[in-house]
């Protein structure tokens, strides 16, 4: 149970108090009601008396009796009636609540921390109402008034009379059978008689004479002269006199009979003696009348009080309520009179009541004495004597059936126990104990139940109150008295007492247990305030145990919320679900938690806290619910309906938070710009970025370092500091520390992300974005005023809605919400504002696609919709780099709502036409890319940048000025061709181009490509179509590849310098041609020109191309070489054949002779061989563009490849130029083009495609390809742990590379006929020609010697030998070509290998000799015939 303001003996003790009744003339009762009192109401707080009395008991010793409380009533001739009790309980428990302010106590049992409060004061006060509206009773004696006092004002013309009559009509009221109620004590009822004297208005001389003369008559013991009024009123006046009489009136208890007498009094006829306090009195025969009537009771004797009546009585007993705090009573008293009725009540308590409460016990106990035999109970050996006044025997059943025998008022038993009530009163427990104790012996003997139980409750309060506790509580006593009130008697009053009694007992011996389960034992359905409260002192004793139980606390807490529902009391039920549910919540008992919330719903909504109410349906809706979807509806029904009362309190104030449908809101999306236009037939806009596609960390990385190329080309080299990568699509993953950036008059794009987490759908409407603006002119300093979203603000920002969206259940959906920026300035998306409403029928609806209704708005809300917000707060990301940020939790800024507003830009938008998806690699087709202004702005430095700069080309600037031919025109071909002269077949058609015509090696990146606008420059509203070559990737599978268009305004902006517009080609290439080349030294030195420089060059083609594809055959159609040293001459191919075809899988051998041409450092030499009809001139657009770039991607990544330490390459650089020299001769800078047309049949069409490959051939004799081989992944080998060490570059060359510094060449006759009978050796003239392929002095060494004697050697070689030197020293200039004559000597016929001479070559500087690798690469065989 609750702790309570007084221990239990003080409350057991005020609960039974002597009783005494108070009768009062009209003129005194006058007197009183000067202080707006009654005469019982004026002395209340006196009477508790503030020292010890002492009295004897019968064996005449000292009995001290402390803190003695009487209690003085107006005489109330009619028992209450109980439903009126129960309307006076139910309006004291209302009125009672927990403070304002309270600090509840904090309980910690477990994991939980309940704020519980710690009293219960509605408890009390129901309690203490309880006990003494209890109706007084035959069985028992302690609710019978032991006293009387007459009270007559001493201004009365015959006071002495007056007394007469009180006393007369007191005596008729106690001994005359028309009146049943009140019970009196013992038939010689104390009389006291009091004078009232009015000090302010009254003579005091014939208030004392009177006195005297009542002195005479009953004797100084019995009367007492009160003097009151001593002032007449203290309003106006600073003196402030304390209120004592509030605080008893405002417990609304029984005796506050005055309150209640607009029950009795109100009637047709004396509606005029109404005074203006609302309090009647009837005067009748110059006596108080008032009493005939109990102020509770219903039906009106004289059937005058209706229902409307009723009605009044009740609200004007709430008035008088309502006006005890606010009403001074006591005006007219002073602290002297307080004193005085103090003094009054002790002198009436010492020298009246307690000596006559003393000598009826005296009596009582003389008589049970007398009587008491030789049993050792008091009676039963005399019990036959009393027995005839009894009613006639009963069978024992029928006894039980009833509450038992009734006994006459002078029966023997009911004198012990009148004797034990009285001891009972003036606290003599022990002698109370033991009468109680023979009392109820005789009573069960008796099979008296009511009596016997009304015997067992007070042994029971008896044994627990003596002093020093000789006995241990009986707490069996109390638990059959509950049970025979309970089931025998019937008489559930009686039975609530007994529990209020041994609960609090119980609990001041924390036997919280036992104390919860006689309450709850007690609740049941006659009583739902009854239950309501037992249930809550249960639960407080749950909580209050040793080892608090938590849940059962709440569990009662709940049924006690619900009883005081049942009951009306709405607050008190509110706030025991709100105790309760802080064991609930959180906890996953989510059915239960739904429950709680809904109840405290409801009881706020009826009690119009709103607010709580809108909160409690709030977290049922957010809440995972496990509700069935009916369940559901209803809760947002419910929801909705207190929402839109609470909303309509506040009209004008700011909009509330909605808990539905919940937002993700990282997961919002901000975009900035128009939606992308959809592709129209052969127009294909740029894909730019949308919505619609799902964020790639790759790709966005790869874009951001497009952007930063091409902004550090702008800005020669460097990126400014104040760069921002432009990012048109802000999602939780991109970069948000910064504020975007968004362009006047271009929409922006929020994408929000609702979830419906109920299984019932929602409809929004009227869905649109919060925003505030602050507009800012950027140029100049000053900056405008914030504005908060209004109707007017239209012209700054102008926002669009949707007028219907519709989630269906337990539905993630996007919404779609644009903002339209008119002004410059600062822009910060607050978050959404719609009207949340359900839908008719909602659970059919579930099978629908939602997208149907939302086209056609059929939804059809059922008419309840509320306005609300909901905040898009979007956290940063966690910040992880310095020490403190990683040691504490810290966000960094997430800035996507808050973009900032720019000045006008230009806007660009790009289609390609004709565009393809397909392509075989290495095949060039021609497509155009249409560039529109679409904005008020003109654009310039249009560039574009890609990661593939090979696969496209805008032409170069030899393009523009010279058109195509006719004839390609005709044939849709997409090179510039010319028809050539059939004699010139097979050989070379030359022509020459620069690389920087061709935007190579301007020092620029090569992946930044200028477009050539015309004029340079993009008027608003203009557009330009310009051709675009297409090439292949060399690769086959699927290629995405990125373009990157970027511009600028003419105009210099302080926020935003260029915009971009993305574009992504995705390419699928099936594969075509396969060529692999080599390049070797023709062992003819001497060429047309008589230089001794000239190569072969093998191309070996294949195809690969599958027959899925359609391809019938290709045909090489010309073969280029461009290169700035070499050139190919003339094809050297055996077959006749004029065209090459191939057909899948077949491949072609070509062989050609390159040749040295004029050096030139600019200039590319370009030689076509054709092979077909049309020469293609290669150095123009498109096949040089795709050559030159294929040229520097080559160069890039062999350049990266092998890219020498930079420290290494300064100190070794003398050096290096020698090495240079040597690796030179073995180098060759020849590129190959190879162009083909390929016949495709599809839908039984024949096309021709065309296309290019191309071979880079750097080293003689190394094999180079048109595209890398794959390598083979080697074996796993096991994995070796070294230190890298710095491998210093080779300080010489190495000996392939000396080997090939010069070349020789033996030329003699092939057969050589010679007689030997004539002349027996045949002498051979053979020459040996040295070319010094490089540009340095060589140093030549000729070693004629055989290497080996060896017989092997000589079967090889046959014998022959040279004549003259045997060896040879000679110096060769650069290039230079020697001639060198020899002799050989045959002695036989034969075949004979002439290849012999070993050659040593070093430079001039170089001590180590080298040895050529000619003589190793072929036998130089001669014929010797014999003639």
């Known amino acids: 149970m609750a702790q309570c303001v007084q221990s239990v003996q003080e409350f057991i003790q005020d609960s039974f108090v002597p009783l005494v009744a108070a009768l009062c003339s009209e003129e005194a009762e006058r007197l009183t009601r000067r202080n707006n009192l009654s005469f019982a109401e004026l002395v209340r707080p006196f009477c508790r008396l503030t020292s010890e009395v002492h009295m004897r008991d019968p064996n005449n010793q000292l009995h001290i009796i402390k803190n003695l409380k009487i209690a003085v009533n107006n005489i109330v001739t009619h028992p209450p009636q109980p439903g009126a009790i129960r309307k006076l309980l139910n309006d004291v428990v209302s009125v009672s609540q927990p403070a304002e302010g309270l600090v509840a106590n904090v309980i910690t049992a477990g994991d939980y921390d309940l704020n519980i409060s710690a009293t219960t004061p509605w408890f009390e006060s129901y309690r203490e109402c309880f006990l003494q509206s209890m109706p007084a009773s035959d069985h028992e004696f302690l609710n019978h008034y032991v006293a009387c006092m007459l009270v007559v004002s001493s201004s009365e013309p015959e006071p002495v009379e007056q007394f007469l009559k009180l006393s007369q009509e007191q005596h008729r009221i106690q001994h005359s059978s028309e009146y049943s109620y009140p019970k009196w004590f013992i038939p010689n009822t104390l009389k006291y008689y009091v004078l009232l004297h009015d000090v302010s208005t009254g003579e005091e001389q014939r208030a004392d004479s009177i ?158 004495i007398s009587r008491k035999g030789l049993s050792r109970s008091l009676f039963s050996a005399t019990k036959k004597w009393f027995s005839g006044s009894k009613v006639p025997e009963k069978s024992i059943n029928e006894l039980k059936n009833t509450s038992g025998l009734l006994y006459p008022p002078e029966a023997p038993e009911l004198q012990i126990r009148k004797m034990a009530d009285l001891c009972f009163l003036v606290q003599h427990y022990e002698l109370a104990y033991s009468c109680y104790h023979t009392a109820k012996k005789d009573f069960l003997n008796d099979q008296a139940m009511l009596y016997a139980a009304g015997a067992l409750e007070m042994a029971a309060v008896s044994a627990f109150l003596q002093p020093g506790a000789p006995r241990p509580y009986p707490a069996h006593y109390m638990e059959t008295a509950i049970q025979t009130y309970r089931d025998i008697c019937k008489n559930m009053v009686l039975a609530e007492r007994c529990v209020l009694l041994s609960a609090e007992i119980l609990k001041s011996q924390s036997k919280y247990s036992e104390a919860a389960a006689l309450l709850i034992r007690l609740t049941s359905e006659d009583s739902d305030l009854r239950s309501a409260l037992l249930l809550e002192q249960a639960a407080h004793c749950f909580i209050n145990m040793k080892s608090p139980m938590v849940r059962k606390f709440a569990f009662h807490m709940i049924l006690a919320g619900h009883r005081f529902s049942k009951a009306g009391q709405k607050k008190h039920a509110l706030r025991c679900y709100c105790q309760a549910m802080q064991v609930y919540k959180g906890k996953g008992w989510s059915l239960a938690e739904d429950h709680i919330n809904f109840t405290i719903g409801r009881q706020s909504f009826t009690l119009r806290q709103l607010d709580n109410a809108v909160s409690a349906f709030r977290h049922i809706l957010i809440n995972d619910s496990k509700q069935p979807p009916a369940q559901q509806g209803a809760f947002l029904r419910e929801y909705l309906y207190v929402y839109k009362n609470a909303t309509q309190l506040s009209p004008d104030g700011p909009l509330p938070q909605l808990p539905l449908p919940y937002i993700n809101s990282s997961a919002t999306r901000v975009f900035f710009g128009h939606d992308r236009r959809p592709a129209e037939g052969e127009k294909q806009a740029a894909t730019h970025v949308s919505l619609d596609q799902e964020y790639d960390s790759e790709s966005s990385q790869q874009w951001k370092e497009l952007e930063e190329q091409v902004v550090s080309v702008i800005n020669k080299g460097t990126i400014p500091p104040n760069f921002q990568p432009t990012q048109f699509c802000l999602n939780r993953y991109s970069d948000n520390s910064k504020f975007p950036l968004a362009v006047i008059e271009e929409p922006i794009t929020v994408e929000v992300s609702f979830r419906n987490p109920l299984k019932v759908p929602l409809l929004l409407t009227d869905l649109s974005l919060l925003w505030k603006f602050q507009p800012k002119d950027f140029n100049a300093k000053h900056d405008g005023e914030t504005k908060e979203q209004g109707m007017c603000d239209e012209d700054m920002v102008g926002t669009e809605a949707i007028a219907e969206f519709l989630i269906n259940s337990e539905e993630t959906k996007v919404a779609r919400l644009k903002l339209f920026p008119h002004q410059t300035g600062e822009l910060h998306i607050l978050g959404v504002v719609y009207n949340l409403g359900t839908v008719q029928g909602a659970v059919t609806l579930d099978g629908i696609d939602p997208s149907i209704g939302l086209q056609s708005g059929k939804f059809v809300s059922n008419g309840l919709s509320v306005r609300g917000r909901q905040d898009l707060e979007i956290q940063g990301p966690r910040l992880n780099n310095t020490k403190e940020e990683k040691t504490s939790i810290k966000y960094g800024p997430d800035r996507r709502l808050d973009p900032i507003i720019t000045e006008e830009m230009p806007l660009l938008e790009v289609f390609f036409i004709n565009f393809p998806t397909g392509l075989l690699c290495g095949e060039i087709r021609k497509a155009y890319v249409e560039f529109v202004n679409v904005s008020k702005c003109p654009l310039t430095s249009l560039k574009v940048v890609s990661k593939h700069p090979e696969f496209f080309t805008f032409g170069g600037n030899t393009a523009v000025l010279t058109p195509l031919s006719p004839s390609a025109s005709e044939n849709c071909s997409a090179y510039k061709t010319v028809v050539t002269d059939p004699t010139s077949v097979r050989t070379a058609l030359l022509s020459s181009a620069s690389s920087a015509d061709f935007g190579i090696g301007t020092g620029g990146s090569p992946e930044v490509i ?91 083609v294949e195809n690969t191309n599958t027959s899925e594809t359609g391809v019938k055959e ?103 130029e020698t090495v240079r020299l040597i690796q030179r001769c073995s180098e060759v800078d020849l590129n190959i083009v190879v162009l083909w047309k390929a016949y495709v049949v599809e839908d039984n069409k024949q096309l021709i495609l065309e296309g290019q490959h191309h071979v880079a051939l750097n080293t003689v004799g190394k094999e180079a390809f048109s595209f890398p081989q794959k390598q083979e992944l080697p074996e796993t080998v096991l994995l070796k742990f070294f230190r890298p060490e710095n491998t210093p570059v080779p300080a010489r060359p190495t000996p392939e590379q000396l080997s090939s510094l010069i070349k020789t060449s033996l030329h003699y006759p092939e057969s050589f006929s010679h007689s030997f009978h004539q002349k027996s050796l045949c002498l051979v003239p053979v020459t040996l020609l040295l070319s010094n392929c490089s540009q340095a002095v060589v140093d030549v060494l000729i070693d004629l010697r055989h290497k080996t004697t060896s017989s092997e050697a000589l079967e090889i070689h046959g014998s022959f030998t040279w004549l003259g030197q045997t060896q040879y020293k000679l110096q060769l200039k650069g290039q230079e070509v020697y001639s060198l004559q020899l002799k050989a000597c045959f002695v036989h016929t034969g075949v004979y290998n002439l290849g012999t001479p070993r050659v040593f070559a070093k430079l001039v500087d170089q001590v180590t000799l080298f040895e050529t690798s000619q003589q190793n690469s072929m036998p130089a065989l001669i014929i010797i015939n014999n003639i």
Request: aromatic share 8%; charged share 25%.
């Open 211 to 368: 006195y005297e003369e009542m002195k005479q008559r009953y004797g100084t013991q019995g009367c007492y002269l009160l003097k009151i009024n001593s002032r007449v009123s203290n309003r106006g006046t600073d003196e402030q006199i304390p209120d004592p009489w509030s605080q008893y009136l405002q417990k609304n208890s029984i005796q506050n009979q005055d309150c209640y007498e607009d029950y009795t009094a109100v009637s047709s006829k004396n509606t005029d003696h109404l005074i203006s306090d609302g309090l009647d009195s009837e005067i009748k025969d110059g006596l108080s009348n008032n009493f005939k009537t109990h102020p509770l009771q219903l039906d009106h004797p004289s059937g005058s009080l209706d229902s409307a009546d009723y009605t009044k009585a009740a609200a004007s007993l709430q008035d008088s309520k309502k006006s005890n705090s606010g009403t001074p009573h006591g005006a007219c008293l002073t602290l002297t009179d307080h004193d005085r009725i103090r003094q009054f009540i002790q002198e009436f308590t010492f020298r009246g009541l307690l000596p006559h409460i003393e000598k009826t016990i005296r009596q009582l106990n003389d008589q049970l």
């Open 1010 to 1100: 200028q477009v050539p606008l015309p004029d340079a420059v993009l008027l608003p509203g203009a557009s330009v179509q310009l051709p675009m070559w297409l090439r292949g990737p060399d690769e086959e599978g699927v290629h995405e590849i990125n373009f990157l268009f970027y511009y600028e305004s003419i105009k210099r902006h302080s926020k935003m310098c260029h915009r971009v517009l993305r574009h992504t080609a995705v390419i699928c290439t099936s594969r075509s041609l396969h060529i692999r080349a080599t390049v070797c030294r023709s062992n003819a030195l001497g060429d047309e020109g008589g230089r001794g420089d000239n190569m072969l060059v093998f191309v070996d």
């Open 1114 to 1216: 290709f045909h090489i159609v010309q073969v280029s070489s461009n290169s700035k040293h070499w050139k190919l001459q003339k094809s050297v191919n055996i077959s006749g054949d004029k065209d090459t075809k191939l057909a899948s899988r077949e491949r072609a051998k070509l062989c050609f002779k390159a040749v040295r041409c004029k050096n030139s450092e600019e200039n590319y030499t370009f030689a076509d061989i054709v092979f077909g009809n049309e020469q293609i001139i290669s150095s123009a657009s498109p096949c040089a563009d795709f050559f030159f770039q294929s040229l520097s991607s080559e160069f890039k990544r062999t350049h990266v490849q092998s890219h020498p330490h930079a420290s290494q390459r300064a100190a070794k650089q003398s050096f290096d």
